[in-house]
T-cell receptor, first 115, second 117 residues
């Protein structure tokens, strides 16, 4: 069975600090996909990134970067020079090819960036 | 381009009443998903459709919940009768399914916040 764990329930930082959100997953599939979504205070879920299990290259998008390591079953998310607008709940999610289109979400990490 | 549209955004009702939530997926998307978000259970998949056909409804909590997709641009999630424990945010999402449905990104609507008194 697939499972996603986000051990950090809440993180609080001061603006301009770097912050890393952890995500650990469990799966028996060799082909799977990992996602990060952002849920700002307004409540919508915003897609950030999708990675497949065959691509372990790190990805950078502006101040956002993702580190995918199959050896440790982790898909961590780093925000560089955090800003107040980054305050949100961030969800990591997993989709296995054998489970159809089911997305399994982690519990989410509440990030608060203080000015 | 319009994203996933959900209505109403907020719904307050009394226990025992029927509630209908509505969703319009992104045009051209073949997959539609209904999720529920609560503090206790987090985000959980209720049901999803492919080309208007329900594929997996194993997440639907009980017979009080039903979902339909009469055409490619509209879906409903109905709760009858509603109970206080149904209070949650209900999200609709859609995906194109052009590659493998497991890989396609799901885009979420703004959600409907349901409160059952």
């Amino acid at each position: 069975a697939q499972k996603v764990t986000q051990a950090q329930t809440e993180i609080s930082v001061v603006e301009k600090e770097d912050v890393t959100l952890d995500c650990v997953y469990e799966t028996r599939d060799t082909t799977y996909y990992l996602f990060w979504y952002k849920q700002p205070p307004s409540g919508e879920l915003v897609f950030l990134i999708r990675r497949n299990s065959f691509d372990e290259q790190n990805e950078i998008s502006g101040r956002y970067s993702w580190n995918f390591q199959k050896s440790t079953s982790s898909f961590n998310f780093t925000i560089t020079a955090s800003q107040v607008v980054d305050s949100a709940v961030y969800f990591c999610a997993l989709s296995e090819t054998t489970s159809g289109s089911r997305l399994t979400f982690g519990e989410g990490t509440q990030l608060t960036v203080n000015p | 381009d319009a994203g996933v549209i959900q209505s109403p955004r907020h719904e307050v009702t009394e226990m025992g009443q029927e509630v209908t939530l509505r969703c319009k997926p992104i045009s051209g998307h073949d997959y539609l998903f209904w999720y529920r978000q609560t503090m206790m259970r987090g985000l959980e998949l209720l049901i999803y459709f492919n080309n208007n056909v329900p594929i997996d409804d194993s997440g639907m909590p009980e017979d009080r919940f039903s979902a339909k997709m009469p055409n490619a641009s509209f879906s409903t999630l109905k709760i009858q009768p509603s109970e206080p424990r149904d209070s949650a945010v209900y999200f609709c999402a859609s995906a194109s399914g052009t590659l493998n449905p497991s890989t396609d990104t799901q885009y979420f609507g703004p959600g409907t916040r349901l409160t059952v008194l």
